[in-house]
């Protein structure tokens, strides 16, 4: 039975056809469980890295919006502290050692096209993604799924 009559208007009229709100997850999940929201789940790793206390070894560029900074030999050292979350975002695997697990980051922001750029002051390594949608806060939903 329709309670609405062709001259009402309902609140739900004047949001029809924008998209709905996706949620996001909390912290300690990825945004998306499947391997080909690899941008998405490291751009949302890097916004919980400071609830996370994880920013010594990772974190957004403070000079260009469009990167990410590592700091492998803190990622090394650490990585007994860093393992249980880069699993739970889905970027190593729980059985990768620090070694494997570095490798494998350094092969996939390779497969991403990431350009890599070397620590001039010897600590942080830059890597700059080519579209400027991957960013601090940016909408997750919007990034990439396909390597290239």
């Known amino acids: 039975m329709n309670t609405c009559s062709d001259t009402e208007s309902s609140d739900d009229d004047e949001h029809y056809g924008e998209p709905l709100p996706v949620m996001v997850p909390g912290l300690w ?3 998306d469980k499947h391997q080909g929201f690899f941008l998405a ?8 890295a400071p609830k996370l206390y994880i920013s010594f070894a990772m974190r957004w560029s403070d000079t260009d919006p469009c990167a990410l900074q590592i ?16 699993v739970a975002y ?10 494997s697990a ?9 497969e991403w ?5 070397t620590a001039k002051d010897g600590v942080w390594t830059t ?22």
């Open 90 to 99: 889905k970027m190593t695997r729980a059985c990768n050692r620090v070694r």
């Open 71 to 86: 700091n492998w030999g803190c990622f090394v050292e650490k990585y007994y502290l860093l393992r249980d979350i880069l």
């Open 41 to 48: 789940n490291l751009a949302k790793l890097l916004d919980d």
């Open 113 to 117: 096209e990431f350009i890599m750029t």
């Open 127 to 148: 890597y700059t993604y080519k579209d400027t949608r991957f960013r601090a806060n940016c909408d997750y939903t919007r990034l990439p799924v396909y390597r290239r």
């Open 102 to 110: 570095r490798a494998s980051w350094n092969r996939k922001l390779r």
């Open 29 to 31: 999940c990825p945004f």
